[in-house]
Each structure stands twice: as structure tokens, then as C-alpha cells.
């Protein structure tokens, strides 16, 4: 393990050591070490996917925003992953591969605890399920419904916005923004009634939180850029055929009128295999999601629930919150808390019984508890329309993805 002794970030607590390297696949790392270590060890899965060259900012900002699993005790270790771009086994092998790091350098751990964040929640459930190394896993503000289906609502945003606002082929960021502002005026609180009833139609139709628009409609553009042509080889695995538009000042037309588009089977096919969820995964598994989530929507959890096909080793939880990249560290705490008892024990807790317990842990941290222990999603057909003849929980299966495997060349390339 070639890491060296680095500044830790300074949300830590001054008495941690910190390390930082790159592995053999060119991924950035960094670990940090409390004093007091409890023995056992935090893998982080970051989210995204972000688009550009990996850097060691990347695990270094990570640490720092979930600073709190280390003031609980825990070592942490986290990747920036090798590369840039859409890939879900990618990104579990290159986490899979820190873990190693860390076991090589301070020994194995007394428990190994998988966190996955956003899009990282999706790596952190793909990697439970394809290795063997972790106990546990805490998945916070999840994209859990897997790269073929859960990326849905962001192609109808695509394929509405464009019906609104003429395609558009933007090459950077600033460009997609003016050509929004232009179509919905969504900067300013003036605007032109053209303007409004565009605006009104898309945030109607889609769904999507009007501040978040731009950022839907960023990764609508360019992340999907990246997963058709850049992974996919040119070929495209979403689809809009067969879906039916509402919420809009004229749903006749604009059913009537919106560009179609079908998937390639292969190209679905492999985007299936690279990051959809099959169920498989034994160990506990705890999830924290914000009601109010407005990047990954909250039904995310029902994908993931059908997924695991009724198993008994999740439990998930909900905050009444209105936030994606980061929620209350005392509820971090308690999850935690909760999840490595549950580990040790074998005594599955409850979201009541989590939500009971947050404060305490907010008597150290100080941020909130905002948990709803009665709430439970809709299904995610309930806020994404669906796609007729596509995959459909619970129909993927191991075995599916294991015929796919023998069949040879499937997948995203790492």
C-alpha cells in the first residue's frame, strides 16, 4: 500500500491521522484513522458519477462531509474511482479495491460497514452483491432503482423540455443554462408568459422541483451523453414509447407531437447488468432517505424494496427533509448506532425505534433528528411513468444476470 501521511480535513477531530495514495488502477484515496479507533472500518461509495479526470479532492471532500462516521469511532477509506464517466461495477471494484488497501495496511478490520451516497448508494448495493468483504451496509439518499429504470424521469425531462424548447445539443454547462433561462425564464421571478406556461408544463409533466431543474437537465445531457456514446458505444438503452404525458396546459398534443425513441436491447441489457439491483445481497442493510429528496426521489426506496423480493435484511428509514447530498449527522449517528447493533446482535431494529434513539446522538452533534417512522413511499411508478415492456421489479434476477455473464461481452467497460 503506497499511501502517505496527509493533512486531514479540518472538520476532523485534530487527534486523527490521515493517509492518502492512488491504486493501481489510477483511483485516488484517502483514509483517516481516529485515535480512539473502535477496529472497524467505513467504506465509502461517493456518488455522481462526476465527468471529469479523478482527483484527490474528490475522497478528500468526501471525508469531510461525512466526518461524522469518524467521530463515531470508525476508520474511514474512500476512492475517487479510476475514471470519470458512468459505471456501476466500475466504481464497486474500485471500492472493493480500497477495502483491500486498508486490510493490507492495518489489518482486517473487526467489522467492514459499505456507506454509499446518491448514485454511491447504487455502487454500495451492486458491491454487496457481487463481493463478499463487507458485514453491513448504509445507504443514504439512494439512487437504488438501478441504471435502467432509475434514470427514467430524467428522459422524459430530456424529451419534454426539448418538446418545449426545440432540441438542443449543448457543449457546456453555461450553454444548457441560457438556453433554459431563454425557454422558461426559470433565473428570474419575471417572466414572460410564453416563458411561465413553458416552465409550468415541464415542472408539471416531469415532476421534477423546479430547483433542481437545471441539474436534472444537466445529467439528462451530459452524464446521459457520456452512458450512450462514451460507454455504450453509440448506442442508446432509454426509451419513452408507450409513455403516456400528463400535467401539461394540453396533453392531447403534447402526446401527440413529443419525439418517441426506443432502447437498443443490448445497450439496456448491459446497463441492466452493470447497475441494477437483483436482491441477492444477505448482509443487514439500513437505508436513510430524505422525503423531500429533490435529486433522487424518495420512491427510489420502493424500487429498492421490491428489488430485494420481501428479504429480511432491510430496514429503511425517512427523514421529513428536503435534501439529497447531505442530511443531519446525528442521523448518520443513529443509523450507524443502530446498524452495527443490529450486525452484532442479530436483532433487526425499527425506524421507530431509530428515530427514539436519534437524540441522543443529536446531544453531541447538535443538527437535528428528523425522522418519520411512519411514512412509507409510494411505488416508483407512483412519480415515474413507466415504460411498457421494460424491466420491471421484481422480474431482474441473479440468474439473469449470470445467463448474461456466460454469454460473454456484456456490460460497461471498466
Known amino acids: 500500500m503506497d499511501a502517505t501521511t496527509s493533512p486531514c480535513p479540518a472538520e476532523l477531530p485534530a487527534t486523527t ?43 478528500r471532500d468526501d471525508l469531510a462531509r461525512w466526518n461524522v462516521m469518524v467521530r463515531e469511532g470508525y476508520a474511514w477509506i474512500g476512492s475517487s474511482y479510476r475514471r470519470g464517466g458512468y ?40 458491491a454487496v452483491e457481487i463481493y463478499r468483504g463487507y458485514d453491513a451496509a448504509l445507504l443514504t439518499s439512494g ?78 445531457t451530459f452524464t446521459f451523453r457520456d452512458i450512450v456514446h462514451t460507454r455504450l458505444g453509440d448506442r442508446n438503452p432509454f426509451s419513452n414509447k408507450g409513455v403516456r404525458y400528463s400535467g401539461s396546459h394540453d396533453d ?7 419525439a418517441r425513441f426506443d432502447a437498443d436491447p443490448k445497450a439496456r441489457r448491459d446497463l441492466s447488468y452493470d447497475s441494477d439491483i437483483t436482491g441477492t445481497a444477505r448482509i443487514p442493510i439500513l437505508t436513510v432517505h430524505a422525503i423531500g429528496d429533490p435529486t433522487a426521489f424518495v420512491e427510489h426506496e420502493a424500487a429498492y424494496r421490491a ?28 443509523a450507524i448506532r443502530a446498524l452495527a447493533q443490529w450486525e452484532r446482535t442479530g436483532r433487526k431494529p425499527t425506524p421507530r425505534g431509530i428515530a427514539a ?15 418519520d417512522p411512519a411514512y ?15 424491466l420491471h421489479w421484481p422480474a431482474l434476477t441473479a440468474a439473469q444476470q449470470r445467463k448474461w455473464e456466460r454469454q460473454g461481452d456484456v456490460g460497461i467497460a471498466p
Open 307 to 334: 428489488s430485494m423480493r420481501g428479504r429480511d435484511n432491510l430496514v429503511q428509514t425517512f427523514t421529513t427533509e428536503a435534501e439529497h447530498s447531505a442530511l443531519s449527522d446525528a442521523e448518520y449517528a443513529s
Open 357 to 371: 434513539a436519534c437524540p441522543a446522538a443529536d446531544a453531541k452533534y447538535g443538527t437535528g433528528c428528523f425522522f
Open 252 to 258: 392531447l398534443k403534447l402526446n401527440a407531437t413529443i
Open 17 to 59: 491521522t490521515c493517509y492518502e495514495g492512488q491504486d493501481a488502477n489510477g483511483a485516488f484515496y484517502t483514509i483517516a484513522v481516529p485515535q480512539a479507533w473502535n477496529r472497524s472500518l467505513v467504506v465509502h461509495a461517493h456518488g455522481g458519477p462526476d465527468l471529469g479526470a479523478p482527483t484527490p479532492e474528490r475522497s
Open 87 to 126: 459505471g456501476t461495477r466500475m466504481a464497486a471494484e474500485d471500492t472493493e479495491n480500497v477495502r483491500k488497501l486498508f486490510t493490507q495496511r492495518f489489518g482486517r478490520p473487526r467489522k467492514t460497514i459499505l456507506h454509499g451516497q446518491s448514485w454511491g448508494g447504487n455502487v454500495a448495493a451492486k
Open 376 to 390: 412509507s413511499p409510494g411505488s416508483y411508478a407512483s412519480r415515474v411513468n413507466p415504460r411498457p415492456g421494460g
Open 143 to 220: 439512487v437504488l432503482a438501478g441504471g435502467s429504470r432509475g434514470y427514467d424521469y430524467r428522459v422524459d425531462l430530456k424529451a419534454v423540455y426539448e418538446y418545449y424548447c426545440g432540441k438542443h445539443d449543448p457543449q457546456t454547462s453555461a450553454e444548457l443554462r441560457k438556453k433554459l433561462q431563454e425557454c422558461t425564464g426559470y433565473q428570474t421571478p419575471v417572466r414572460t408568459e410564453v416563458q411561465q406556461r413553458n416552465l409550468d408544463d415541464i415542472l408539471g409533466v416531469t415532476k421534477v422541483p423546479e430547483s433542481a431543474l437545471a441539474s436534472h437537465l444537466n445529467f439528462a
